[in-house]
T-cell receptor, first 113, second 114 residues
Framework: GENVEQHPSTLSVQEGDSAVIKCTYSDSASNYFPWYKQELGKRPQLIID?????GEKKDQRIAVTLNKTAKHFSLHITETQPEDSAVYFCAASQYSSASKIIFGSGTRLSIRP | DGGITQSPKYLFRKEGQNVTLSCEQNLNHDAMYWYRQDPGQGLRLIYYSQIVNDFQKGDIAEGYSVSREKKESFPLTVTSAQKNPTAFYLC?????????????FGPGTRLTVL
C-alpha cells in the first residue's frame, strides 16, 4: 500500500532563516499532496497543497515543490517566525472511489529567537 | 474549521468500559474519518466513511467501532478490546469520496484510561 516518509523528524532553525521539510511517497498513482500544520494540543490545519499537474506552488512565505519522477515533495518556509513553530505533516492521496490520505510521521519545527 | 465539532474535549475511562466519542459536521461533507494520534507520532487512520450507512476499516481498526446513520454524524466507540486506548482522537471530513479533497479536522478528544 501507499507509504509516506517524512524527514527530518525534528528541525531547529534561527528566526529569519529558511526551513525545508521533505517527503517521499511510494504509490506513483498519488496525485494530491497536502501539508498540515499542528500547533501543540490543537487540530491539524491545511496550510498548502499541490496537485500532480503542477511542480511548484507558493503562498507568501510558504512554498511546496513536487517531483513526480522521483516521487518526492518538499515544504519550504522562508523568513521563519516564532509562530511557525509547530508540527508539520505531509500527506499523499489519489483520486479513486475508495481513497484515503496517507500521512507522514511529522516534523517538529522549532524557531530559535 | 468551526463546521466540524468533537465532544467531549477530555474523556476519562476506566479499564473495561466502552466509551463513545462524538463527531458532527455541518459542512455537508460526504466523507468522514477517524484518526488516532499518540504523543510525538503521526496520524493513524482508524475508520473512514464515504457515504451514509457505509464505512471501511483503516489501518488500526481493532478495538474500535463506528456508525454512519446520518451524513452529519460519525461517532467512534472505543471498546474494552482496545488494549491501549489512551491517545488524542481526531475526526475529519472532506467534501467528496475522492482522496484529492481537503480534509478538515475537528478539535480532537483526548482520551485517558485510568
Amino acid at each position: 500500500g501507499e507509504n509516506v516518509e517524512q524527514h527530518p523528524s525534528t528541525l531547529s532553525v534561527q528566526e529569519g532563516d529558511s526551513a525545508v521539510i521533505k517527503c517521499t511517497y511510494s504509490d506513483s498513482a498519488s496525485n494530491y499532496f497536502p501539508w498540515y500544520k499542528q500547533e501543540l494540543g490543537k487540530r491539524p490545519q491545511l496550510i498548502i497543497d499541490i496537485r500532480s499537474n503542477v511542480g511548484e506552488k507558493k503562498d507568501q512565505r510558504i512554498a511546496v515543490t513536487l517531483n513526480k519522477t522521483a516521487k518526492h515533495f518538499s515544504l519550504h518556509i522562508t523568513e521563519t517566525q516564532p509562530e511557525d513553530s509547530a508540527v508539520y505533516f505531509c500527506a499523499a492521496s489519489q483520486y479513486s472511489s475508495a481513497s484515503k490520505i496517507i500521512f507522514g510521521s511529522g516534523t517538529r519545527l522549532s524557531i530559535r529567537p | 474549521d468551526g463546521g466540524i465539532t468533537q465532544s467531549p474535549k477530555y474523556l476519562f475511562r476506566k479499564e473495561g468500559q466502552n466509551v463513545t466519542l462524538s463527531c458532527e459536521q455541518n459542512l455537508n461533507h460526504d466523507a468522514m474519518y477517524w484518526y488516532r494520534q499518540d504523543p510525538g507520532q503521526g496520524l493513524r487512520l482508524i475508520y473512514y466513511s464515504q457515504i451514509v450507512n457505509d464505512f471501511q476499516k483503516g489501518d488500526i481498526a481493532e478495538g474500535y467501532s463506528v456508525s454512519r446513520e446520518k451524513k452529519e454524524s460519525f461517532p467512534l466507540t472505543v471498546t474494552s478490546a482496545q488494549k491501549n486506548p489512551t491517545a488524542f482522537y481526531l475526526c475529519a471530513s472532506s467534501s467528496s469520496r475522492a482522496g484529492t479533497d481537503t480534509q478538515y479536522f475537528g478539535p480532537g478528544t483526548r482520551l485517558t484510561v485510568l
